[in-house]
Structures are given as C-alpha cells and as structure tokens.
C-alpha cells in the first residue's frame, strides 16, 4: 500500500477521501464525497468524519495500514470492494476504452447490469408473460436501457453501489425513445414507479434492482465462474485473464494467488499442489486469513482430487504461520488452548470452504488463546 494512502493528519484524511472518490468514479460508482469521508474515517478507526476531524485537530495520530484496509473494506458497499483492492494492492491503472466510458466501468459495473437485466426478466412478476396487458411495454421500459435494446450511441449507466440501482441521466423521453410515445406509456410507467422498479425524475431514471442479494449472488457466481474458466485454460494470457478474474471477485493479491494456481503441478515442488501449500503458508504468516481461505476454495473447485490433501495442512499452517508467526502468540497458551479443544482442527478444515466464517473462527481462536490464563 502507498505511503499516501495511509493518513495521520486532517490533510492526509482529505486527501485520502478525494482519491477514493476519483477512484470511484473511475468505476462509474456514484459515491459522494461525504460517502468517502465516512468510508475513510471508519478505516481510520474514528467513528465518522467529525470525530476524525476532533481527533486529528489536537495533533497527528498514524494510522495503522493492515488495520486501515481491513475497516476500510467493511466501511464500503461491497461493489467497492474490487477496485479499493486493486488501489491498495498497487495494481496498474485502468485505460478507458472510449471517452464516455469509465476506465474501470467493464469490470466493475457491467457485471452488475447484466444480473439486474437477467433477475428483471426471470423473477420481476410484472415483466413476465402473463401479467396482463401492458407486459412486453413495461419488460422494454425496464430492461430497454439496461441493455440498450433500441441501438445507436449512449452513455453507460452510472451504479450505486449501496443500493444497486441504475442511473440513466436524461429526460424520459430521451431514454425511452419511440416507447415513450406508446399509447400505454405513461400509465405502464407509472405501474413500474408505483411498484417500485423504476424510480422517475425530470432529469434521470433509475433502474431498481429485484433483489439485492439475488443480484449478489447472480454477480459472485459470474465472477467465480470466470475464475475456473481461466485458471483452467493455461498460459500468460490466461494468467492475466485469472489475475483479472480474482481481482474482480475481490482477492487480496490476486496476482500472487493466479501466479500460484498457474504453477500447479511444477516440476519444481516434490507435490503437485505445492504452489498453493507454499501460497498458504505465506498468507498466514502474513495475517491473510480471508485471502487464505479464499485461495483454498479456489483451488478446491479447480483441482478437487487434490482438495482434500490440501485442506488437511489447513490447521498447521494456521497455528504456526497465523497464530504462532504472525499473531506471535505464547507457545505454552497455544498448546493449552488446543488441548482442552481437541476439535480445533476440524473447526478450521469445516469453515475454511466459507471465507467469512472462517476468518471469524480464526480470529475467535486467537482471541481464546491470547485471553487464556
């Protein structure tokens, strides 16, 4: 992580928030400014943008960088989170493939139109068949710009990544186009804003997603399938390919784990699985439990017959890489704590499929373990 990205004084915390504002809007995000201060104050472990600025007023407090992006992530949408990792890991900067687009807009935003579209279609009751008359009007009133259904040049849709809508900026008529003069129109749009689809302003429509989680869910099995695909393939342009994919899924250091999953089965490790045993090692002497478990599972899926023999090192490599090396925690208490809890090991080899969880088992464990008389 640069230097500059980590604050101790009220003009760091300021220009830390521009940056993650231009950072943003480079995805086609519509995060305000006010958004960003919050996001950054949370990561600098104040309670908001006002404590910040109390605390900071009576003189420079370091803020601590691996606990800066941990807050920082859970401060932020979770659309947000690819590209503040791509920022916090160094990666290169994005070119934009034309002037009305934003240079990260593809990879970040588009994956989210296309599971709104395709959730709008399947599961929203008033754009299906056999929802009464008006049907086929209000599926093209809703998915029409989603899609661009009508050709010829436009803007892209802005995202807000909170709330997972669409902005289309313009008048009804302009975004519409021939369907705004449909005898039906404005009754069929009012349906849709009454419903709650659509919300209807002078200057902008917004397109309402059908279900914030679905959307999510649509999104991450998009991206993890992307994922396979490449790590499959073989190659430099598929290792690029995958780097882009992990990215995309929101995997700290995903060069790291693509280079590591590209390697499997070199002639230079005594196992075919040792790239990733030697990738997990590292990461949890590094105190990257998500990104552990999130390599796992990773390789899991890719090479199954090789998962269990993996998920068997799972326990060691967690008590001395992450407790023992990085947590530095007292041998005599680790070895206590683990044996009045025998089954210690299986929580870990249980919860290691379920990132989240399992970087909440770990961390309880250390907790225990630390705390232990």
């Known amino acids: 992580m640069k230097d500059a990205r980590v604050f101790s004084t009220q003009d760091g915390a300021k220009k830390c928030a521009k940056d993650l504002k231009r950072l943003l809007d480079d ?16 990561g600098g472990g104040f309670r908001d943008w006002h404590d910040l600025e109390a605390a900071l007023g009576g003189g420079p407090r370091q803020v601590e960088p691996a606990a ?24 290169p900067a994005e070119s934009a493939p034309d002037p009305d687009t934003p240079p990260r807009w593809y990879r970040d935003v588009f994956p989210y139109l296309m599971a709104v579209s395709v959730l709008h279609r399947s599961t929203t009751h008033l754009l299906r068949p056999g929802s009464g008359a008006g049907q086929q009007l209000r599926e093209t009133l809703v998915v029409g710009p989603l899609l661009n259904v009508h050709g010829g040049p436009r803007a892209v849709p802005l995202f807000e990544p909170d709330t997972m809508a669409f902005v289309f900026k313009g008048s009804p008529a302009t975004i519409f186009g021939d369907d705004a003069r449909h005898p039906r129109f404005e009754i069929e749009l009012q349906v849709l804003t009454t419903a709650g689809i659509l919300d209807v302003r002078e200057d902008r429509i917004r397109v309402l997603p059908p279900d914030v989680e679905a959307v999510v869910a ?37 060069r790291r784990v693509a280079d590591a999953i590209d390697r499997l089965g070199s002639d230079a490790y ?34 199954p017959n090789n998962a269990d023999f993996v998920r068997e090192s799972v326990p060691a490599k967690i008590s001395s890489g992450y407790l023992a090396t990085h947590r530095r925690l007292d041998a005599n208490r680790i070895i206590s704590w683990t044996s009045r809890n025998p089954d210690w090991p299986d929580w870990l080899k249980e919860t290691v499929v379920k990132p989240a ?8 464990m250390a907790g225990a373990i630390a705390g232990a008389a």
């Not at 941990?70 to 920022?87: M, N, Q, S």
């Not at 992307?226 to 992990?246: C, F, K, N, P, S």
Request: hydrophobic letters at 45%; glycine letters at 8%.
């Open 357 to 364: 969880l399992f970087a909440l088992t770990v961390d309880e």
């Open 68 to 91: 800066f992006r941990k807050r920082l992530l859970a401060a932020l949408p979770g659309p947000c989170h690819p590209p503040v990792i791509a920022w916090l890991d160094d990666d």
């Open 218 to 254: 649509y999104v991450t099995d998009h991206k993890n399938g992307q994922a396979r695909y490449w790590a499959d393939a073989g190659g430099d342009e598929a290792l690029r390919a995958l780097h882009d994919a992990l990215a995309a899924i929101g995997v700290r250091n995903a």
């Open 270 to 303: 005594i196992t075919p699985s040792g790239p990733v045993l030697e990738l997990l090692t590292a990461l949890a002497e590094e105190g990257e439990i998500e990104t552990f478990a999130k390599a796992y599972g990773l390789f899991a899926t890719i090479r």
């Open 27 to 42: 995805s086609g995000f519509i995060f305000p400014l006010n958004k960003c201060q919050s996001a950054v104050a949370r």
